[in-house]
């Protein structure tokens, strides 16, 4: 009876054991959608972000991913950093990129998509976080996750878990799964879309008459050389400015005279240094492949008037009217 005993008490004692082994496995089990924050407590991350699943990534060099229907580039520009893509639109974020791998992370949440570029350099990594909402796209700021160990370790996994509170991004940074900080970014810098001025070109000869060629206007980027007067054969070297908000409309403002003749004396000439070089001196519309020319004059700044107001040859030529329409001339 005594042996009977004993095996009945060791046959709980193993039921009690298996049962507590069971309860342990499905208490570490639960806790893996719990984190610990940076402070005291424990937090579960409630965020509605979801992380996008890339589709595809171009290696030669080029940065593209996508994402069903939608196209992402991370894209040099010419002061050797990057811009930002985004479905084809251009964000100047001119973001310095000098680490030897560059990933990308994308989490969608209703209106708001945050992108979380890495500039990966083995023993450490720099994330720069950006949030694209109503076509805008903001800086939110960069944080670092370091991994001194990686020759024991290998490159861990790293995710993050994004939440946000009226203007303050919340980002859990996860490293294989555990919570390796949190990161509470208030900053909310726009960076600027790509001017549609940017992919206008008006280079060329533009005339009101093509088979006039001592009358013309030849512009050369964001300079031109224009005719300003044929009495005494007078060129003028001008600048170009966009207009800022408006996409195709121009100032121009003189630069210097390119040449002048003195083919009478009694005729109208130019003092360099008294023409005013910050004043319009006249306003540029692209239109429907025409330039109009909205001419005011030069701007003496020691006689404090306009000069060649009316005296400038293309209005002439175009029996006083103002505006001029130019055509492009081959």
Do not use: R, V
């Given at each position: 009876m005594e042996i009977i005993g004993l095996f009945k008490t060791k046959k709980v004692l193993l039921i009690c054991l298996l049962y507590t082994i069971f309860c342990c496995k499905g208490e570490n089990k639960d806790n893996g959608t719990t984190y610990k924050s940076s402070n005291s407590g424990i937090i579960v991350n409630e965020s509605c972000f979801v992380k996008q699943k890339s589709f595809n990534?171009?290696?030669?060099k080029e940065l593209i991913y996508k994402y069903e229907n939608e196209t992402y580039e991370i894209k040099s520009n010419n002061e050797q950093a990057y811009d930002i893509v985004l479905n084809g639109k251009k964000y100047?974020?001119?973001?310095?990129l000098e680490s030897a791998n560059i990933n990308f992370y994308y989490y969608k949440c209703e209106n708001k998509k945050v992108f979380l570029i890495e500039g990966d350099d083995y023993y450490s990594s720099v994330f720069f976080v950006y949030v694209f909402e109503n076509e805008d796209l903001y800086y939110l700021g960069d944080f670092d996750i370091n991994q001194p160990n990686v020759e024991k370790s290998g490159v861990l996994k790293k995710d993050f878990k994004i939440s946000f509170n009226n203007n303050e991004f919340i980002i859990d940074a996860l490293v294989k799964d555990k919570l390796f900080k949190t990161f509470y970014l208030k900053q909310k810098k726009s960076i600027p879309q790509e001017s549609q001025d940017s992919k206008l070109d008006l280079s060329g000869l533009w005339r009101l008459n093509c088979e006039n060629s001592l009358t013309t206007f030849d512009i050369s980027d964001k300079n031109g050389y224009l005719s300003l007067y044929s009495d005494n054969a007078i060129y003028i070297n001008v600048e170009i400015i966009n207009i800022e908000d408006k996409v195709g409309e121009y100032y121009i403002r003189f630069k210097n005279t390119e040449s002048q003749q003195n083919y009478s004396g009694d005729k109208k000439s130019i003092v360099d240094n008294e023409i005013s070089k910050?004043?319009?001196?006249?306003r540029l519309v692209l239109k429907n492949n025409k330039l109009l020319l909205y001419w005011k004059g030069l701007f003496n700044d020691k006689a404090k008037k306009l000069d060649f107001e009316q005296d400038f040859i293309l209005i002439?030529?175009?029996?006083?009217k103002n505006p001029i329409t130019l055509t492009k001339c081959d």
């Open positions: 990534k171009k290696e030669d100047l974020s001119n973001l310095n910050s004043e319009n001196i006249g002439k030529e175009n029996e006083g």
